[in-house]
């Protein structure tokens, strides 16, 4: 299962470096001003540092004051969430956005259903389609080939009847 609790000191932990950040680092802080302050190097006076860390806690506890306003106002979409994870592990953006509006997700799952058994449909009539064209090629070919066939076959008969005609007339022309 999960442990809450690494979750939740992880979480403590990444909030305190953004705030460490905004104070000594980004310059944000409205009592510590613009300024940068190496908290990694020894040369801050122990009146900066406790300064430092009285902004950091105050950051914190702000964020966590906040945190706990926004949770407490949502608390009914909170519980629609969870009830949704719940039952379903995973939701994706849509499902979530049904979720809050208050959409049952079994709607929208019957509603995926069905859009995927049409894309499935009109995949299969797809490929249908290119193995038509692909047997109709085929059958090009062989007329095509036939044909050339043929074709030939006339010729040569042609060829050899012509070949009889000038073997005759040559005949006739030499009995004359």
Known sequence: GINAEYGASSDFKVATEIARRIVSMYGMSEKMGPVFYDTQKAGLSTNTKSLIEAEIRELAEASMKRARKILTQHKKELH???SA???HESLSLDEIELVLKGI???QKIENTKREKEEEEKYRLEQLAKKAELKRLKE???EIESEQTTAANSVSSKIKRALESWW?????IRFLE
């Open 167 to 171: 073997g005759i007339f040559s005949f």
């Open 85 to 87: 994870l719940l039952e």
């Open 139 to 141: 059958n090009l070919i």
């Open 104 to 106: 049952p997700l079994t």
């Open 80 to 82: 629609e969430l969870s």
